[in-house]
């Protein structure tokens, strides 16, 4: 088991871009250089609106679980956080260290990084149930596109499947090793008691982030070139960011392109098609979180400077150093930064 873990996070990252290179040799660069070429101003601009959107349902729904959790959280406090960690869940591999980051500093913050990454987990959690929702939906509703996404769905829902019962039986036998029930499944299923009061809310701010996600591919089909109907992108965009939830990828990229290939190929609209609609939706992606990097350095900036020596302030060797008083009054806060917490929470929403 402890074999698995050094190993796991190299092999999710190569399996990542094992996808990309597949797709390369099969089908040449230009797909993917068409994907970059084609995004305009307006482009941009629809991706930084459609991501202001999303990343301020996406905080009302974090603040409201926190809340009922008991813990203090502003609103523009959870939009410049999540707007943290979406930037860095599109620049760094496996697609939620910017959620780990963002879970255990709220926790630091509120004096419990428990409670406060179990906070995450539900409100990521409430994302994926309306995701599911939304995709089991489509393809009862639309048997047409059904029949013609067959041969993506089929094998994407088998593997996907697979993985789900091998996961589930390494966590119900680490868990006994572990005793993790009593360390984090009975309090997460008393939170999850806590917040049921606040599911319809998250439910509901859940739907407005997939809306602006569906929103966003929308957007980068028809700027790849794509005369498609929504009623025939709709499925295969769901099956995008259902693969976009799977921990096997680089920043977002690798199983995102494969999928799409695949669906629009099986769809008739070509797979090179697929693979440039893909490119276009991680580049603007990129783009909407592209605020989030402005966070830390605007945060920097409204720190306070370090207070000034006093006068008559001993010289020489007993002199005093303000800078090292400073910097000892974050030790409270940065005392539980050596503690390890991981979210098991991954996709889009």
Not at 17 to 28: E, K, P, S, Y
């Amino acid at each position: 088991m402890r074999r698995i873990k050094r190993v796991w996070p190299w092999l999710r990252v190569l399996t990542g871009v094992a996808i990309l290179a597949l797709l390369v040799w099969r089908l040449g660069s230009t797909a993917f250089l068409d994907g970059v070429r084609v995004i305009d101003g307006p482009a941009v601009l629809a991706a930084l609106a459609v991501g202001l959107v999303t990343t301020v349902a996406s905080a009302a729904r974090w603040c409201l679980v926190v809340r009922r959790l008991g813990l203090r959280l502003p609103l523009w406090t959870a939009v410049a956080d999540y707007y943290r960690s979406v930037f860095l869940n599109t620049v760094l591999p496996g697609g939620v260290l910017g959620d780990v980051h963002r879970a255990v500093r709220h926790g630091q913050r509120a004096g419990d990084v428990g409670r406060g990454v179990r906070a995450v987990v539900i409100e990521r959690t409430g994302g994926q149930v309306v995701l599911a929702a939304a995709g089991i939906a489509v393809l009862i509703t639309r048997p047409g596109t059904l029949s013609a996404t067959r041969q993506a769905v089929t094998p994407v829902a088998v593997a996907a499947l697979g993985a789900l019962v091998l996961a589930l039986l390494a966590a119900v036998r680490w868990g006994r090793r572990t005793r993790v029930w009593h360390r984090l499944a009975a309090p997460a299923l008393t939170d999850l008691r806590l917040a049921r009061d606040t599911w319809p809310g998250v439910m509901g701010l859940s739907a407005v982030g997939l809306a602006g996600h569906l929103a966003l591919f929308l957007v980068s089909a028809r700027v790849a070139g794509s005369a498609a109907p929504v009623t025939r992108l709709l499925p295969l965009m769901v099956l995008a960011l259902f693969a976009m939830g799977l921990p096997v990828n680089v920043g977002g990229w690798g199983p995102r392109e494969g999928v799409l290939a695949w669906a629009f190929g099986a769809a008739g609209l070509g797979a090179a098609q697929g693979v440039t609609v893909a490119v276009v939706y991680g580049v603007l992606t990129f783009v909407s979180g592209l605020p989030g990097a402005v966070v830390p350095v605007w945060r920097y900036a409204r720190r306070p400077s370090p207070a000034a020596p006093a006068a008559g302030a001993l010289t020489g060797a007993g002199e005093q150093r303000p800078e090292l008083d400073y910097a000892m009054s974050g030790v409270a806060e940065r005392s539980g930064e050596g503690q390890a917490y991981v979210v098991r929470a991954a996709g889009p929403l």
